[in-house]
């Protein structure tokens, strides 16, 4: 049982800074104390009783979300990309029967895995979806995120024209299913000041479907060795008691770079070789200096000014800038390019970045999945992905409401 906690592993449970952390250690309101064994300054586990949102971590038994469907569940997915969504819902035992996808090399990904899938590589805005009405459990979809006029005023379908969120719920509207789930980064939350959000679930409300409050999950308590978060919108036709979905509740154990990366729990052998990005030789001189687990700081402070340059006279951490992953934690989340400096994410070993088959790791894909197109496409198809065990998660939560739903019904 883990008694201890590091700053940085509360920094994830909380979805705070470390620097927070130790504006809150100053004040009072959070303390570190000193690990016994090791003398780290780390937090106890009683210490953190204090937030709600943490309980997962004082139950005596480690959670399951694991449930089988009492009946076939079909799927919609909209915006599929490589099929990190679709492939976790799969797991979870629930069966696509259209994806669309207006990326080619995507489409090619997702036909070449599954050519059973009925995979409609279109604009969805060209695709007509109404003969699905009645034959659909689920619509599903990540949409790229885009603002529409709120201004407080409570809005329709007809409002939301021009943005891929219309498209979306206009797909749910021509197919009614008993719920649907929309899936997003963490900046939709406050996106145009919360107004996004409120004219998303303000539509859903229009078309029939009672929102529940949307959730941030953080994907590292799902059996995903990655800080990745996204953000769930959960839409349940007016005429089911939307208290028959829960979200899927996170797991204790978090898994590492380690995990990803080699034999163990996660994957039964290490990682398989496959093509990568490389580094400049410039660069790769720069970040050769760099320890696992470091970052620009931890160069020498002329080498800091020469490859920061201006950045280094601006404030903030810029903690991606020369960053060497550390095999102990999770990777931070994974970007379409491996090698941005913004977000630099470097092997915690060799200088190089993540390899293709290391990124899919990371998201969860299995090893057997392929990736269509150039090495460049690859990354950006995985770095866009839904990882698949959070996936599966929220595919449990979908079965278990379906199941109730359908008890509820008998």
């Known amino acids: 049982m883990k008694e201890y906690y590091t700053i940085s592993e509360v920094a994830d449970l909380l979805s705070v800074s470390k620097e927070t952390l130790r504006r809150w250690d100053k004040n009072g309101k959070l303390s570190a104390v000193r690990e016994p064994m090791s003398n780290y300054r780390v937090y106890s586990k009683d210490q953190l009783k204090i937030f709600d949102n943490l309980d997962f971590l004082f139950s005596q038994e480690e959670n399951d979300n694991y449930v089988e469907p009492i009946d076939k569940i079909n799927a919609i997915e ?155 919108i959960v839409g349940i036709r007016k005429d089911i008691n939307k208290n028959l979905f829960d979200f899927p509740k996170p797991y204790k154990k978090i898994y590492n770079l380690k995990d990803a990366l080699k034999k163990g729990e996660l994957y039964d052998t290490d990682v398989p070789e496959s093509p990568g990005q490389k580094y400049p030789d410039k660069k790769r001189e720069v970040i050769d200096l760099v320890p696992e687990g470091g970052y620009w700081r931890d160069l020498p402070i002329d080498i800091q000014k020469d490859y920061m340059g201006k950045s280094f006279y601006l404030g903030g951490g810029k903690t991606g800038m020369a960053r060497r992953m550390s095999w102990e934690e999770p990777s931070l989340t994974l970007t379409c390019s491996p090698a941005q400096k ?69």
């Open 78 to 232: 909209l915006f599929a990309g490589a099929g990190g969504l679709a492939l976790g819902l799969e797991k979870a035992g629930i069966s696509c029967v259209a994806l669309n996808e207006i990326d080619h090399w995507a489409s090619e990904t997702l036909k070449a895995n599954r050519p059973k899938w009925n995979v409609i590589e279109a604009d969805i805005k060209n695709v007509n979806f109404k003969d699905y009405k009645g034959k659909v459990d689920l619509v599903t979809g990540g949409f790229p995120c885009q603002s529409f006029s709120y201004a407080g005023k409570k809005l329709g379908l007809k409002d939301a024209r021009g943005t891929l969120f219309y498209e979306f719920a206009r797909v749910v509207k021509d197919t009614m299913p008993p719920i649907c789930v929309a899936e997003n980064v963490r900046g939709l939350l406050n996106h145009d000041g919360g107004n996004t959000i409120n004219g998303m679930v303000s539509v859903l409300d229009e078309i029939g479907y009672n929102t529940l409050p949307p959730r941030l999950l953080k994907a590292i308590f799902y059996k995903v060795p990655q800080k990745r978060e996204r953000v769930l």
């Open 342 to 410: 913004q977000t630099e994410r470097c092997h915690p070993e060799q200088t190089r970045p993540f390899t293709v088959r290391e990124y899919a790791r990371i998201q969860t894909f299995p090893d057997d999945w392929v990736f269509k197109g150039s090495v460049s496409q690859q990354y950006k198809q995985i770095g866009n992905a839904v990882p698949v065990n959070l996936a599966k998660e929220i595919g449990y939560s979908i079965v278990r409401f379906h199941n109730n739903y359908i008890k509820s019904t008998r």
